[in-house]
């Protein structure tokens, strides 16, 4: 019996738990907390809202008992109230899956599977890129040590994410590559179905049915660097004219910007075209934050993504959405999923972090390779859930097909 315990229910995981469901293999989610499923302000988004998808059907579930307040900003702000290994017993769990150590209730879960003689299997997001200095890397090992040494099987989520656990001493025999991802199948039929819409769609959002459109999707926050799309259109546009960015998102760097921008379409100015153009600058459509079953309509319009982030970016799940939708994807060398999948598509699609000259080459690139939505959709599939499906049944099953002691 596996056991799986992970924050909230989010999106982006809920097709994995469906999928180990249908796969027959006997597991219950326990979740902290219910965030996600109501509405509620995300402050970096700057907007309130919940997911529109079904995130509970589909696999067992259960939430547990927390101190509260709960505050998910904080470490100590998520903690089991409730002993879990009488819930493990219960269950007669074998293994309990941890989504990483974010949150104390994280580190009990794991104490309390020890005692209970649980075997422990950790997915966590942490990659080799951080910039920390040698104290702070030394003072995180000593810190993670202890929790580390307790885990029986790493689901590596990608390159960068075993770089660090190797770092950290966990030996190759209890790591399993086991990649990041969406639900691939979903994006496919999707971008499929919208694929004659396409004019429509950009017209909607005041975009020419000829432009060049590059895609950013997230928040406009200071570690996506969104500013760094802005300065390498302004770069391009005496070579590309028509070039037109689509921001899809929010965030505390908005006003910014839209003041850096000919905008032609915001739907925070509740849509209409011509919204404030600006001679001489790049044009851009401001799309609003769009909620799960509508951000496909973003990759229907786009030519390419671009994530221009730091190392903060773990890994870059929007850039797996795009590619199953048939989009390439243009990141920077510090996004955790950068040598996982647009370098295996194309190295130049890679560039140096905060290199503006670099990432306008790497457009260029892309417009000019035109790779077909087929060859896009084979890299996207490395990364395909049931990668991770396979993962899990090889630590469950062995190589003998029996389930472990």
């Given at each position: 019996?596996?056991?799986i315990?992970?924050?909230?229910?989010?999106?982006?995981q809920v097709?994995?738990?469906?999928?180990?469901?249908?796969r027959?293999?006997?597991?219950?989610?326990?979740?902290?907390?219910?965030?996600?499923?109501?509405?509620?302000?995300?402050?970096?988004?700057?907007?309130q809202?919940?997911w529109d998808?079904?995130?509970?059907?589909g696999?067992?579930h259960?939430?547990?008992?927390?101190?509260?307040?709960?505050?998910?900003?904080?470490?100590?702000?998520?903690?089991l109230?409730?002993?879990l290994?009488?819930?493990?017993?219960?269950?007669?769990?074998?293994?309990?899956?941890?989504e990483?150590?974010?949150?104390?209730a994280?580190?009990?879960?794991?104490?309390?599977?020890?005692k209970?003689?649980v075997?422990?299997?950790?997915?966590?997001?942490?990659?080799a890129?951080?910039?920390?200095?040698?104290?702070?890397?030394?003072?995180?090992?000593?810190?993670?040590?202890?929790l580390?040494?307790?885990v029986?099987?790493?689901l590596?989520?990608?390159?960068?994410?075993?770089?660090?656990?190797?770092?950290?001493?966990?030996?190759?025999?209890?790591?399993?590559?086991?990649?990041?991802?969406?639900?691939?199948?979903?994006?496919?039929?999707?971008?499929?179905?919208?694929?004659?819409?396409?004019a429509?769609?950009r017209?909607?959002?005041?975009i020419?049915d000829?432009?060049?459109?590059?895609?950013?999707?997230?928040?406009f926050?200071?570690?996506?660097h969104?500013?760094?799309?802005?300065?390498?259109?302004?770069?391009?546009?005496?070579?590309?004219?028509?070039?037109?960015?689509l921001?899809v998102?929010?965030g505390?760097?908005?006003?910014?910007?839209?003041?850096?921008?000919?905008?032609?379409?915001?739907?925070?100015?509740?849509?209409g075209?011509?919204?404030?153009?600006?001679?001489?600058m790049?044009r851009?459509t401001?799309?609003?934050?769009?909620n799960?079953?509508?951000?496909p309509?973003?990759?229907?319009?786009a030519?390419?993504?671009?994530?221009?982030?730091d190392?903060?970016?773990?890994w870059?799940?929007?850039?797996?959405?795009?590619?199953?939708?048939?989009?390439?994807?243009?990141v920077?060398?510090q996004?955790?999923?950068?040598?996982?999948?647009?370098?295996?598509?194309?190295?130049?699609?890679?560039?140096?972090?905060?290199?503006?000259?670099?990432?306008?080459?790497?457009?260029?690139?892309?417009?000019?390779?035109?790779?077909?939505?087929?060859?896009?959709?084979v890299?996207a599939?490395?990364c395909?859930?049931?990668?991770?499906?396979c993962?899990?049944e090889?630590?469950l099953?062995?190589?003998?097909?029996t389930?472990?002691?």
């Open positions: 019996m596996l056991s315990l992970t924050s909230h229910p989010i999106q982006y097709p994995l738990w469906r999928a180990i469901q249908q027959g293999i006997a597991n219950k989610v326990w979740f902290l907390t219910d965030h996600g499923l109501r509405n509620s302000l995300d402050r970096e988004f700057g907007v809202f919940a998808v079904d995130l509970l059907g696999y067992e259960e939430f547990l008992s927390l101190h509260q307040p709960v505050d998910m900003s904080r470490f100590r702000g998520v903690r109230k409730e002993d290994g009488l819930r493990l017993k219960s269950v007669k769990a074998t293994h309990l899956w941890v990483g150590w974010r949150y104390q994280f580190w009990q879960a794991t104490q309390y599977a020890t209970a003689g075997r422990i299997v950790m997915r966590g997001e942490t990659n890129l951080g910039r920390r200095g040698v104290a702070k890397r030394m003072a995180r090992k000593l810190f993670l040590r202890p580390l040494a307790k029986d099987s790493f590596c989520i990608g390159t960068q994410n075993r770089r660090f656990y190797e770092q950290h001493g966990v030996s190759s025999n209890r790591m399993l590559m086991a990649p990041y991802c969406v639900d691939n199948d979903y994006f496919v039929s999707v971008a499929e179905r919208l694929r004659p819409e396409r429509r769609l017209a909607k959002w005041g020419a000829d432009a060049v459109v590059v895609l950013f999707c997230g928040k926050i200071e570690k996506k969104p500013m760094h799309l802005v300065d390498a259109a302004r770069l391009l546009m005496p070579e590309c004219p028509k070039l037109h960015l921001f998102g929010g505390d760097q908005g006003g910014q910007l839209r003041e850096s921008l000919s905008v032609v379409y915001d739907q925070e100015l509740g849509g075209h011509d919204a404030s153009v600006k001679e001489g790049p851009a401001f799309a609003g934050f769009l799960q079953s509508q951000v309509e973003a990759y229907a319009v030519d390419m993504l671009v994530l221009p982030s190392h903060g970016e773990t870059g799940l929007v850039v797996n959405e795009a590619m199953a939708s048939g989009i390439p994807a243009v920077s060398d996004v955790g999923c950068a040598v996982d999948l647009p370098q295996v598509l194309d190295p130049k699609l890679v560039y140096r972090f905060g290199d503006i000259e670099g990432l306008k080459r790497a457009i260029q690139h892309c417009d000019k390779s035109r790779f077909s939505r087929e060859a896009v959709r890299v599939g490395r395909h859930l049931m990668h991770t499906v993962a899990i090889a630590v099953y062995g190589q003998s097909g389930l472990r002691d």
